[in-house]
């Protein structure tokens, strides 16, 4: 009976949030995906590329491993997508570990192929290392990488932002001094790591303004396919979990179908309430996972083109 009531509840707040949808214009969403490492993971990749292609998302971006692991695995996914699809693409560049030379070359790689958009980051550490340090002669920042985009070519260039703070800061004021460098530099925009209170969001956006930072900075959604997961790789990478989210997954271990409801229902609702306070681009982190991406967007008023409902 209790999970019958709680099922009810989340489809009232389902409703809620379609009936809202008519008041609040659809955001411009944009979709990050994940290079495959095996062929059944390739598989489940462009199947959500081929699901999520038609809703006609702002840009699509494809990331890099720890140490640039799946460096050659994100160029081959990215020139696929140009060949195979009409989406705006953007490749993630890191610049730990590497030399500049190869980092300048594979720059010139994504341009002649006809990629614009970099997302430019520092990027973790290589696998055994305890830090970034960068190989002599190669870029020490990722405000450094992205002044050597500059030179190289007029690249529309996406950098990272920390609503939390960056994990290897010295603090929350050094951190953000770090996403001046890097906007100065040359930076298009910055996305930020995702968060889950949008409170901190909004302060963060807050001290941006006073520090005065005008580029565009957009909040990074994740959407909790796996809670456990999403624990263990927050924990990383600096990222809160809210007792509140904790308590909306206890006992949907055994229930995927009500874990995607809850999930769509929070990303949903953080997006709706960031757009009340006039934000209205989001990048959604899919994990190359099709169908909770699509419920959200579909919930957000994004529909292939020619659709319309019945």
Not at 100 to 126: K, N
Not at 136 to 152: C, F, K, Q, T
Not at 236 to 251: K, R, S
Request: aromatic share 8%.
């Amino acid at each position: 009976m209790a999970g019958a009531l709680n099922r009810w509840l989340l489809q009232e707040r389902v409703n809620d949030l379609l009936l809202r949808k008519f008041d609040t214009p659809a955001p411009a969403i944009s979709f990050e995906f994940v290079p495959p490492r095996t062929n059944m993971m390739e598989q489940r990749l462009w199947h959500c590329i081929r699901r999520l292609a038609p809703l006609s998302p702002h840009f699509v971006s494809v990331t890099y491993g720890a140490g640039g692991t799946t460096q050659a695995g994100t160029f081959s996914t990215v020139l696929r997508m140009k060949q195979e699809t009409d989406l705006a693409l953007a490749a993630h560049l890191t610049c730990a570990g590497t030399t500049r030379r190869d980092v300048d070359d594979l720059a010139r790689r994504y341009w002649a192929a006809g990629i614009r958009h970099i997302v430019a980051l520092r990027g973790d550490p290589p696998t055994g290392s305890a830090n970034a340090t960068p190989q002599p002669g190669g870029y020490a920042y990722a405000s450094d990488l992205v002044a050597g985009l500059r030179r190289i070519a007029d690249f529309e260039i996406s950098v990272a932002a920390y609503p939390e703070t960056h994990p290897a800061a010295l603090g929350p004021d050094a951190d953000l001094d770090n996403l001046k460098r890097k906007l100065d530099a040359g930076a298009t925009r910055a996305i930020t790591q995702y968060c889950f209170d949008t409170k901190t969001y909004l302060r963060f956006f807050d001290r941006c303004l006073a520090a005065g930072i005008t580029a565009p900075i957009i909040p990074g959604i994740m959407p909790v396919s796996n809670y456990g997961q999403i624990v263990r790789f927050s924990a990383l990478c600096g990222v809160t979990i809210p007792d509140w989210l904790t308590e909306l997954f206890e006992g949907t271990v055994e229930n995927p179908e009500l874990r995607r409801i809850i999930a769509s229902i929070v990303a949903v609702e953080q997006i709706r309430t960031l757009q009340a306070y006039g934000l209205n681009a989001f990048h959604i982190s899919t994990l190359n996972r099709s169908d909770l991406t699509y419920a959200i967007a579909h919930l957000l008023g994004a529909r292939p083109a020619g659709q319309h409902a019945a």
